[in-house]
């Protein structure tokens, strides 16, 4: 079946300090790939994406991340941690031949501390 | 930048009522979404919207829900009697292709 899995539900770090943020996926192909950050009550912002090429994405916000095919992971970075990074981070997979619709893993929070 | 624009942010109804959470895709988009999002819990995929008919849907969209076009703008999702466990946030998404735009959601209260 195809899966979408974050294993950390939280994480907290020091402000300043580097950051990851682990997704795995389980699909027949390689799928599409996104991460996307959620402030508390709003909507769902799109930090960035992978469909093919280089298998280092940058984003918004300082965010990057790798995609290791033999892995099957989508790992999220940021090399300095800022305390307006405070929010969850939702790993999204969308399936080439699946009308588009996305599959989120459960989400990692992630605390910021002084 | 374009925005995906959901009306109203928050709503209370009643157990038993109909309620229609309204969207506003992004004009040049051609794909047209609906995710749940129950507090605490992961973003679900509800049913995705092309070309005037569902493309696609989930098993949590069942006969109580629908979603139409009423005219070139709107993109609205119907429940059509309402249940506890259909307060979450819904959130309305749009795309030209893969990789999409979220609307920043409706909260549903059912009481």
């Known amino acids: 079946a195809q899966s979408v899995t974050q294993p950390d539900i939280h994480i907290t770090v020091s402000e300043g300090a580097s950051l990851e943020l682990r997704c795995n996926y389980s699909?027949?192909?390689?799928?599409?790939l996104f991460w996307y950050v959620q402030s508390p009550g709003q909507g769902l912002q799109l930090l960035l994406k992978y469909f093919s090429g280089d298998t280092l994405v940058q984003g918004i916000k300082g965010f990057e991340a790798e995609f290791k095919r033999s892995q099957s992971s989508f790992n999220l970075r940021k090399p300095s941690v800022h305390w307006s990074d405070a929010a969850e981070y939702f790993c999204a997979v969308e399936g080439k031949n699946s009308g588009y619709a996305l599959n989120f893993g459960k989400g990692t929070s992630l605390l910021v501390t002084p | 930048e374009p925005e995906v624009t959901q009306t109203p942010s928050h709503q209370v109804t009643q157990m038993g009522q109909e309620v229609i959470l309204r969207c506003v895709p992004i004009?040049?988009?051609?794909?047209f979404y609906w995710y749940r999002q129950i507090l605490g819990q992961k973003v679900e995929f509800l049913v995705s919207?092309?070309?005037?008919?569902?493309?696609?849907k989930s098993e949590i969209f069942d006969d109580q829900f629908s979603v139409e076009r009423p005219d070139g703008s709107n993109f609205t999702l119907k429940i059509r009697s309402t249940k506890l466990e259909d307060s979450a946030m819904y959130f309305c998404?749009?795309?030209?292709?893969?990789?999409?735009?979220f609307g920043s959601g409706t909260r549903l209260t059912v009481v």
């Open positions: 004009s040049n988009h051609l794909y």
């Open positions: 998404a749009s795309s030209v292709g893969a990789g999409y735009t």
């Open positions: 919207f092309y070309n005037n008919e569902i493309s696609e």
């Open positions: 699909y027949g192909a390689t799928p599409y």
